[in-house]
C-alpha cells in the first residue's frame, strides 16, 4: 500500500471536514515476541505498518496541515528490536511530508488546540464500564485543557469511505478469497476420517502462507458434527467422525484485507439423505439472496428474506410447526460488511451501493442432530447487481462429492 493509495483517502476524508477539525489516529502498539497487527483506521490512511506512530490531520481556514509522529530509533535497541523506519522512508510511504517523532506529539498538538473545535480520533466506543482506549487515555490532557474540542469516534466519517471499495481493493480481497478457495481445494483433496480439526487447519494454513500471504484473517472455524452448531466455535481440536459434516469457516489475509468463506463437507465422501436436504435448504437461501443483491437494496431487507425462507425450508424439514420460530435453527445475520475488519465498517442498517463488499452466509444448526450447515460467500456490489467473488470456490453437492471422490 503506497501513497498513491493513501494520499487520495487521506485528502477525501480531510475535504470531509468542517474547517477547524482534525483527524488524530494512534496506530498500533506491539507487545514483546507479539506479532503486530496495525490498527486498520491507521493502515488504510498511511500504508504505514510500524507500532506506536501517530497521524494528524487538520483542516484549516489556510488549507489541510498533515502530520505524521514516528518512533526515534535508539542505537542500543536496534540489536533487540532492529532498525526503526527513518523519516523519509515513512514519508516516502505515506506520501506525508511533515514526519516527526512521537515526543514532539503533545507540543504540537497543544500548539494547534486553541484553533480547533473537533477531533476525531480512533477512540472506539465509549462505554462507563470499559477503560479507556489508548487513544482516549492520550486525548485526555486535551480534553481537560481545551474543553471546547469535542472528541468523536473517527469511524462516522471514515466508514463512508472504507465501505466503497476502489478496484485495488478488490484485486487484493480476490486474491485473499482465491487462496482461501484452494486451500479448502487441498482440505477436500486430503481429508480423511480420523484425522483432527487442526489438521485441516494446518493444511489451509500452509496454502496460505506458501501462497506469499502471512495472516489469517480472524480466527478459522473447523467443526465437525456438533460442533458446527456451534456459532464460534473456534477450539479445532476434535477427531473427526466417519459419516460428520465438516464446516470450514476460514479466510486468508491479503495485505490486511480478509477473504471470509464458510463450506461444509462430508468426511466420508458423500452426503447423507438428512445432511443433503439441510444443505440443500441452506443453499437455496445462499443463492436467492445473492440474486437479489443490487445497488439500493437495504442489508437489512435481505437478512429478513432469509429468515422467510429458511423458516419454510424448517418447516419442510419436519423442525419446526411455525416458520416465525426461525430463530431457533437460524440465530445470527444474514452477513456483514467485509474489507479490513473480517466484520468490515458499514453497519447493519446499509443501503447497498457499488463496490461495497458483503458476505451471503445464510445457516441452519441442529445441535439435537449433531448437524450445522452455513454456506458463506463474498459478494461485490456492482453498477448492475453483483459479482460473487468467491464463485470458484464449489458449493453444489455434486461438485463436492466429485472432488471428495477423486481422492487418492
Ligand atoms: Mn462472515
Redesign the pocket.
Known amino acids: 500500500m503506497n501513497s498513491e493509495i493513501t494520499m487520495p483517502r487521506r485528502g477525501k476524508l480531510l475535504d470531509s471536514l468542517g474547517e477547524n477539525e482534525a483527524i488524530v489516529l494512534f496506530g498500533a502498539s506491539v507487545g514483546k515476541l507479539e506479532k503486530f497487527k496495525q490498527e486498520n483506521n491507521f493502515l488504510y490512511l498511511t500504508g504505514l505498518n510500524i507500532p506506536d506512530a501517530i497521524y494528524f490531520g487538520f483542516k484549516s481556514s489556510k488549507g489541510n496541515v498533515e502530520q505524521l509522529f514516528i518512533q526515534r530509533g535508539i542505537p542500543e535497541r536496534e540489536v533487540w528490536e532492529g532498525k526503526k523506519m527513518d523519516v523519509a522512508a515513512a514519508a516516502e510511504i505515506s506520501g506525508i511530508k511533515a514526519v516527526k517523532y512521537l515526543d514532539e506529539f503533545e507540543g504540537i498538538l497543544g500548539s494547534l488546540c486553541p484553533m480547533i473545535q473537533r477531533i476525531y480520533a480512533n477512540i472506539g466506543n465509549m462505554e462507563f464500564s470499559r477503560p479507556l482506549s489508548y487513544a482516549m487515555f492520550r486525548l485526555m490532557p486535551v480534553r481537560e485543557r481545551f474543553p471546547q474540542i469535542r472528541i468523536q469516534e473517527v469511524s462516522e466519517i471514515i466508514t463512508p469511505l472504507r465501505k466503497v471499495k476502489s478496484d485495488w481493493e478488490i484485486q487484493q480481497l480476490q486474491k485473499a478469497i482465491d487462496v482461501t478457495g484452494k486451500g479448502i481445494m487441498d482440505i477436500w483433496e486430503t481429508a480423511r476420517v480420523g484425522m483432527y480439526e487442526y489438521e485441516l487447519e494446518a493444511m489451509l494454513f500452509y496454502r496460505i502462507q506458501s501462497s506469499g500471504l502471512k495472516h489469517w484473517g480472524f480466527t478459522p472455524i473447523i467443526a465437525a458434527g456438533v460442533n458446527a452448531a456451534t456459532l464460534h466455535y473456534d477450539k479445532n481440536e476434535c477427531q473427526i467422525e466417519a459419516g460428520q459434516l465438516v464446516l470450514m469457516d476460514v479466510g486468508a489475509d491479503n495485505m490486511n484485507y480478509s477473504a471470509?468463506i464458510t463450506r461444509c463437507f462430508p468426511i466420508s465422501g458423500s452426503f447423507n439423505e438428512r445432511q443433503k436436504q439441510v444443505y440443500s435448504a441452506v443453499l437455496k437461501t445462499n443463492k436467492e439472496i445473492i440474486s437479489m443483491i443490487a445497488p439500493g437494496v437495504k442489508l437489512l431487507d435481505l437478512h429478513q428474506r432469509s429468515r422467510e425462507i429458511i423458516g419454510e425450508e424448517l418447516v419442510a424439514l419436519g423442525l419446526l410447526e411455525d416458520a416465525a420460530d426461525v430463530g431457533k435453527y437460524y440465530m445470527h445475520g444474514l452477513?456483514?460488511f467485509l474489507g479490513m475488519d473480517t466484520h468490515d465498517l458499514g453497519g447493519r442498517d446499509a443501503v447497498l451501493e457499488p463496490g461495497n463488499v458483503i458476505?451471503v452466509?445464510p445457516g441452519i444448526y441442529i445441535p439435537e442432530e449433531k448437524l450445522g450447515v452455513r454456506i458463506?460467500d463474498d459478494v461485490l456490489v456492482t453498477e448492475e447487481g453483483y459479482c460473487v467473488l468467491s464463485q470458484n470456490i464449489p458449493k453444489e453437492i455434486s461438485e463436492i462429492e466429485e472432488i471428495l471422490r477423486a481422492r487418492s
Open positions: 471470509d452477513g456483514h458476505t452466509e458463506e
